[in-house]
């Protein structure tokens, strides 16, 4: 009798995991799915997509696309692919991310460990400027870049993204700085080591994790704008993000629907790599650009 | 005279070094006052000057001669606009319904003691790492009436099978719901997953031992606890919301007609391209509005929390 039970009860659970697991595969599939359509778009020839089958293989795969799309796809009045908005694209990010990390990381120092009356107000204030809808400055940063020459322009962009990435990069440093212990910044104070010497000798060398998780985020968002690209830049000097919607949404001419994502996969890649290689840091920048340590 | 002379010499030197010494004191400010200052003129500044821009009848151009709530009244008659908050109710509740109901329940799957969660997890988290613009080229393509999903499903032998959102003026707001729902929701089971593995684990075991069936246990105690997920959860996906303005642009550009305008793009468009710049301030301000509703007393009570 109670041997029976045993097994019924082993039973059911036996059947409940293999349905967890049924429909945890069922869903993975799901989410794949836009990224398995996106690739294999992108490696059929155009008759092939137009017969027919989306989610059929392609029967020869060829990197046809990804060539035009790279280099002979048009954008606007252009004809050379996206390569140059990609390179724009690395030239925009790498700058931007680079000087709002070490600002970000220096801001972060000083909220913590050299307090001073109105730190709180000064850390509220930078963290509200993490969340305003960019709308609400769109305008008036139009009018100055303009001023000062730098509209469209790579160095205007690196600006408006070092400008309104230093609330997150100031907010991740000075949430893990908190962590850190005061004794030994105040033991070195004792020992007569100076401002720039204990940030340098004992805040940065065990910053490793938290430069990490900045970078990529940083590189992520950076990487993926689109509403200040599309407002600051246009034609040759605009980033991948914007060639990417120019391309898919111009309407002359043959709708090639093999380049258009072959393009969405060069500029979903480089984020890509990053979040298969360090996907761990990758989502630690999210939670805590989120929740807030 | 020779006794006075050194006097100001060493009295020089002190100055000096009490500058210097003040300069060492002042340095951490120093080191923060240009980000601080950076975001006091470009973001509070720029704030101040949209909002003064809004009370103003800038079309192409700013003018400053200010003309009270004009562009405020033009806004709110304007039928796009009460289009745009129609469909941002719409997307707004749905987007974080959605992204809720499915990230709690792919995280109660996964807390299961699933053997392959570390090839899982990433496979539901990956859409937060591509730019909208990506996400939304993506799905433009799936959910192609002519040769997308629709075409895929009649090869496979559902001949009546329909799916015309996209261009279907009624229907295309839920594309953009979907799509944004597919980019959000692995983030979201990654906060609720956290959330769970926060749980002490001897209350379920009580639980377990008093006969309680797992789904009451869910139901009555786990799902209660993570009150706090919950709420994050609903502040991050409000704020992405409103500020929602790629995916809508790369999925379908704000139509058909306007059936998905947001406020995000109706501002786009009025300041940029209907040289309406009057009017697009006054809707920026309302957004700005929306979000501080949103994120201040959130941030608020944040701090609060910690100080205690």
Not at chain 1, 250 to 255: A, D, E, I, L, Q
Not at chain 2, 256 to 262: R, S
């Given at each position: 009798m109670s041997a029976a039970t045993e097994t019924v009860s082993g039973g059911s659970a036996r059947t409940a995991r293999i349905v967890i697991y049924a429909l945890l595969l069922v869903l993975a599939a799901v989410y794949l799915l836009p990224l398995y359509v996106m690739l294999t778009t992108s490696l059929k020839p155009l008759d092939e997509i137009r017969a027919?089958?989306?989610?059929?293989?392609?029967?020869q795969p060829s990197l046809a696309s990804w060539y035009k799309a790279w280099g002979e796809a048009c954008i606007g009045v252009t004809c050379e692919g996206i390569k140059g908005y990609f390179w724009n694209s690395i030239k925009m990010v790498v700058p931007a991310v680079a000087i709002s990390t070490i600002l970000g990381a220096l801001n972060g120092y000083v909220l913590t460990k050299w307090r001073f009356p109105g730190h709180k107000l000064v850390f509220g204030l930078m963290l509200f400027a993490c969340f305003i809808p960019f709308q609400a400055v769109l305008i008036p940063m139009a009018r100055v870049l303009g001023i000062f020459g730098l509209a469209n322009s790579t160095a205007g962009l690196i600006f408006v993204h070092v400008v309104y990435g230093l609330g997150f990069t100031t907010l991740f440093f000075r949430n893990y700085y908190e962590a850190f212990p005061d004794e030994l910044v105040k033991a070195a104070m004792i020992d007569g080591a100076g401002f720039f010497k204990i940030f340098w000798r004992i805040l940065l060398p065990n910053s490793g994790p938290i430069i990490v998780v900045t970078v990529i985020y940083q590189f992520t968002n950076i990487w993926n704008d689109f509403l200040f690209g599309v407002s600051f830049s246009s034609g040759g000097a605009s980033p991948m993000t914007v060639a990417l919607n120019n391309l898919v949404s111009?309407?002359?001419?043959?709708?090639e629907y093999n380049v258009d994502m072959a393009a969405a996969v060069f500029a979903a890649l480089p984020t890509l790599l990053v979040y298969i290689v360090a996907g761990r840091y990758f989502v630690r920048g999210l939670m805590a650009g989120a929740v807030k340590g | 005279m020779t006794t006075i002379e050194p006097v100001p010499i060493v009295e020089q030197r002190q100055h000096r070094r009490s500058f210097v010494d003040r300069l060492g004191s002042m340095l951490p400010k120093i080191v923060l006052a240009p980000s601080f200052a950076i975001t006091l003129i470009f973001v509070y500044g720029f704030i101040l000057w949209t909002v003064y821009l809004s009370f103003t009848r800038s079309r192409i151009l700013p003018v400053y001669e200010l003309v009270g709530f004009d562009a405020y009244y033009r806004l709110w008659s304007q039928p796009n606009w009460y289009m745009a908050i129609k469909n941002l109710a719409i997307f707004g509740v749905l987007y974080i319904g959605l992204c809720i109901a499915i990230g709690l329940c792919i995280a109660i799957l996964m807390d299961q003691r699933i053997r392959a969660e570390g090839i899982l997890r990433p496979i539901f988290l990956y859409p937060m790492a591509l730019s909208f613009v990506v996400t939304g080229t993506a799905w433009k393509w799936f959910l192609n009436p002519g040769l997308g999903l629709e075409k895929t499903m009649h090869n496979l032998g559902w001949e009546s099978f329909k799916f015309d959102w996209l261009v279907n003026t009624d229907m295309a707001i839920y594309t953009v719901v979907i799509a944004g729902v597919w980019q959000a929701s692995g983030f979201v089971m990654a906060m609720f997953l956290a959330g769970l593995r926060g749980i002490d684990g001897e209350i379920i075991k009580a639980a377990q031992i008093d006969g309680a069936p797992t789904i009451a246990i869910y139901r009555r105690i786990i799902i209660p606890l993570l009150r706090p997920v919950f709420l994050s959860a609903i502040i991050v996906l409000a704020h992405m919301a409103i500020k929602s303005y790629d995916l809508v642009i790369a999925l379908t550009g704000g139509g058909?007609?306007?059936?998905?305008?947001?406020p995000s793009t109706f501002m786009y468009s009025y300041t940029f391209?209907?040289?309406q710049m009057a009017v697009g301030s006054a809707s920026a301000v309302m957004m700005l509005m929306g979000i501080t509703a949103i994120i201040v007393p959130y941030l608020y009570s944040e701090l609060r929390e910690k100080r205690s």
């Open positions: 027919g089958d989306m989610l059929a293989l392609p029967r111009s309407s002359t001419g043959v709708k | 058909p007609g306007n059936a998905t305008e947001l391209t209907r040289s």
